[in-house]
């Protein structure tokens, strides 16, 4: 409790000199500051305690993922060259024209890459024959070379190109009849030296 009173009989603490309550008269002279006690300036020189914020709890809706805050400011990936993507793409290069049996009339596309030639149903060209394994021959383009090679699986019956048996493997050329068991198929070539797929997905 103040213990000191002002001319005008305010109570104030007895450190002061001045009296907050009075008016001040106008001298002319500046301001005097007020003499506080050391412990009022202690408190009020200290800054403010930080309220501490509430924790995020995440909401979980169901069928919707959230993504994790590093997930969020992490950057984007680049965006992939149309080059590489076209390199990826397996272009037609070639068919094979299936010319007897359950299957005469089809064509069967060839791509880039290996395709798979057997009577498995995942093979890219399927041949309905039990005298065909599960995976007989692969029929490879290799773009760089414009080359068609045909390599026989390590099939039971072997892999025949114009009724002659591959060992292993032969290059093939247009108009060649493969046959695999009893069925025959006429390959027709897409690329060749002057007629071929480039980097960027254009045929020359």
Known sequence: MADKRCDNGHFIDESWDICPYCPQAETGEPEVSIVRPRAVEAIAAAPPAPRPEPPLRPVTVPGVSVPSPAAAVAPMERTVASAQINAQKRYVVGWLVSINGSSRGESFPVRMGRNVIGRDRRSDVVVNDDQASSHHADLVFRPEEK??????????????????????????SAKDVIRIGSHRFLFTPLCHDGFHWDDEGLLK
């Open 147 to 172: 080359r068609f090679i045909l390599m026989d699986h390590n099939s039971t019956n072997g892999t025949y190109v114009n009724e002659s048996e591959i060992e292993p493997r032969r290059d093939l």
